[in-house]
């Protein structure tokens, strides 16, 4: 069975850091793109990065370049967000989401999901 | 940004009930939409891709058509099971765009 398993999150602080991981699982991440999505609370679906099968290229929403980090380790079929300089506004549930072979952006399989709350 | 509209926002319907939700692009993105489905408390789902094709595993009550700019998502006989709420996605342009959702009620 395919699943994208993800861990990290948790409650921070303003200017906190913390770091998501997405484990594929009955599946080699390697040869997808993926993607991290966020869900504020209530909230619709935003896209907010992007990486390549390769990890050569990477791509962000606005509000978060610079300040984000996405990469990927596919000798242990990882890919890993790293959230530095966090606001309130990227309190969300943030999920991994693996991009079709031939589509990047359309996203076949997605992780469970975690939280992040970043509050004082 | 190519901007995702979905109407209605929510929708209450009844099992066995056809069920049409709409989604606009402010933009062409030809057949490069995906709709998804999310329960309370769950990761989305996808459902069908290339506006039309389901994906494996879906039940075939689900439908999806449309193109350029204009797309509807279809479940005839709704089943108890299909309360959540419905995203459409274009994936045509960079970056890759949402509508707001769909919540259907049983």
């Known amino acids: 069975e395919v699943q994208l398993l993800q861990s990290g999150g948790g409650l921070v602080q303003p200017g906190g850091s913390l770091r998501l991981s997405c484990l594929g699982s009955?599946?080699?991440?390697?040869?997808?793109?993926v993607s991290w999505v966020r869900q504020a609370p209530g909230k619709g679906l935003e896209w907010v990065s992007a990486?390549?099968?390769?990890?050569?290229?990477?791509y962000y929403t606005d509000s978060v370049e610079g300040r984000f980090t996405i990469s990927r380790d596919n000798s242990k079929n990882m890919v890993y967000l790293q959230l530095d300089s966090l606001r309130a506004d990227d309190t969300a549930v943030y999920y991994c989401a693996k991009g079709e072979v031939a589509s990047t952006y359309y996203f076949d399989y997605w992780g469970q999901g975690a939280q992040v709350a970043v509050s004082s | 940004d190519i901007q995702m509209t979905q109407s209605p926002s929510s929708v209450s319907a009844s099992v066995g009930d056809r069920v049409t939700i709409t989604c606009r692009a402010n933009q062409v993105v030809t057949n490069r939409l995906a709709w998804y489905q999310q329960k309370t408390g769950q990761a989305p789902k996808s459902l069908i891709y290339?506006?039309?094709f389901l994906k494996g595993g879906v039940p075939s009550r689900f439908s999806g058509s449309g193109f350029g700019t204009e797309f509807t998502l279809t479940i005839t006989s709704l089943q108890p099971e299909d309360f959540a709420t419905y995203y459409c996605?274009?994936?045509?342009?960079?970056?890759?765009?949402f509508g707001g959702g769909t919540k259907v009620e049983i």
């Open positions: 290339s506006a039309s």
């Open positions: 996605q274009q994936y045509h342009t960079y970056p890759p765009t």
């Open positions: 990486i390549s099968k390769t990890g050569g290229s990477t």
């Open positions: 009955g599946l080699t991440l390697s040869t997808s793109p």
